[in-house]
């Protein structure tokens, strides 16, 4: 009984056409394989940039830094040094956070590769520098007012011309990605469709002998489309399980630029790779169904 | 019923009629009615097959009018042509088998295409392939059988469907006498039956043991009609 069933459904199952045969079983998936490889590594390149520009933008777009001439001279108010009276602005202001005069080393440190080893020899006017966090958009204008009233000529300047042009350089990244990414699929479709046409060729008897007995053209379509499915699906498997290794080392590139300290245990995967890397073969079995099913129907019109 | 009108036809380069091309058949006309059987003879190359051709929709007439099964050819569309196939069966001078396909699996194409129960193709399969004598070899493929059982092979796919209209394109060329008589047999059977009948032959001897009205071809004329 069981191998009457077993016989039942190899015989239901039966390659009417022989394109176990006829469509290149190894040649298919590898090709998608490798667009798929490609896909995964445009998609990785796309999320990094958008994640690198957030955190950039985010970090360049609020840093303030007051630069105040002549420092230790009286303010205008006539109340304490020019240092003191725009550090107590600064520290009033709720638009700025963690208003930090920089310390004589640290100064020494940024001049030194200008400057040489010790800055206070030279008896320059250094001006003073402060940094803290500007937490509204747009520029300080107010602030700059207010800053210029007890202490004329400090400038105040946040990082929002260095952050709009990340943003531009990310949506060309972003850009690019996209144009990669519609370019594999198009290969990945002119791949499925020349191996389906050389299962046609291939198997052009068997498909007028079968088209002679009343089959429909979508029995005929349907069966090289689950062949083409089942390729592109398997290929493209593979290629995102290949491309694995080559994002975990991209992310471990890319980690210091995305805010992750060194001594992190490893980077992850961000969440939404993750989540897209599964869809590639399906994204595959997709473009592997319709091109078949288009290229069989196209060719069939050619039977009478 | 099977009609044709005023049939014109040439074979198709590139998708198209050629205008050069020269007409194979030529101001065609004749009727057969529902359960007829008709010969149609003439000489090799006088345009028997593609009189059969027309007849199974493998070619379209540049000019004329086809009924088969009483429905007009010209305006089916591609799944309706289909379905209409699916009631015609076709006994080929070539055989036309898969060679990927067993024995069992050739003759059940036209019903697994038709989506029978695989219990049914299992019961009618076997029982043809008995009575054309091949029970035996029903896991052989087409290239381990002789002519005269690939012509059996062929006879039992055409007749497995109980079609509707059966046409045979000298189906008793690779036979023995034997096998032919059982041939001719099932066929005028299935002829009684109701099924309309068309056999393309040369072989006039045949013609003479089972007398039926003739279709007689030259040059792609029709130059006898036996009704």
Known sequence: ?304 | MIRFENVWLKYRHGGKSSAAAADVVSNMSFEIPDGGFRWLTGASGAGKTSVLKLMYLAEHPYRGRIDILDVHAARLGRRDAAMLRRRIGVIYQDFRLLSHLSVYDNVALPMRLARRPEKQIRSDVTELLHWVGLSAKLDNRPYELSGGEQQRVAIARAVIGRPKLLLADEPTGNLDDEQAHRLMLLITALNRMGTTVVVATHNLALVKEYPAPLLEIAHGRLVLDGD
């Open chain 1, 1 to 304: 009984m069981a191998g009457w069933c077993w016989m039942a459904i190899k015989r239901r199952n039966v390659d009417l056409l022989g394109l176990r045969s006829a469509m290149a079983d190894r040649l298919l998936p590898s090709l998608v394989g490798a667009m798929s490889f490609l896909a995964a590594l445009a998609i990785a390149g796309s999320m990094a940039a958008a994640t690198l520009a957030r955190q950039w933008q985010g970090d360049a777009g609020s840093a303030l830094t007051v630069q105040i001439a002549d420092p230790s001279a009286p303010a205008a108010t006539g109340k304490g040094s020019r240092l003191q009276a725009v550090l107590a602005i600064l520290q009033a202001s709720p638009n700025v956070s963690d208003p930090t005069s920089l310390s004589a080393a640290a100064m020494n440190d940024l001049l030194k590769p200008w400057l040489g080893e010790d800055t206070a020899q030279l008896n320059l006017p250094v001006p003073a520098i402060i940094t803290g966090s500007w937490n509204q958009p747009g520029p300080p204008a107010v602030l700059q007012a207010a800053l210029d009233a007890v202490a004329p000529g400090t400038l105040a300047t946040t990082g929002e011309a260095w952050a709009s042009r990340v943003a531009a350089l990310t949506g060309s990244i972003q850009a690019s990605a996209v144009s990669v990414l519609l370019i594999v699929a198009f290969v990945a479709a002119a791949v499925i469709s020349v191996a389906t046409r050389a299962g046609l060729a291939q198997r052009r008897e068997a498909i007028e002998i079968i088209h002679g007995l009343g089959a429909l053209d979508s029995d005929i379509a349907n069966r090289f489309a689950i062949r083409a499915t089942r390729a592109s699906a398997m290929g493209a498997a593979i290629g995102a399980l290949a491309a694995l290794p080559a994002l975990f080392w991209l992310a471990r590139l890319a980690a210091p630029f995305a805010g992750i300290l060194p001594q992190h245990p490893g980077p992850a995967l961000p969440l939404p790779l993750c989540a897209s890397l599964p869809a590639l073969p399906v994204i595959a079995a997709l473009i592997g169904w319709m091109t078949a099913q288009v290229t069989v129907r196209g060719w069939l019109r050619q039977l009478a």
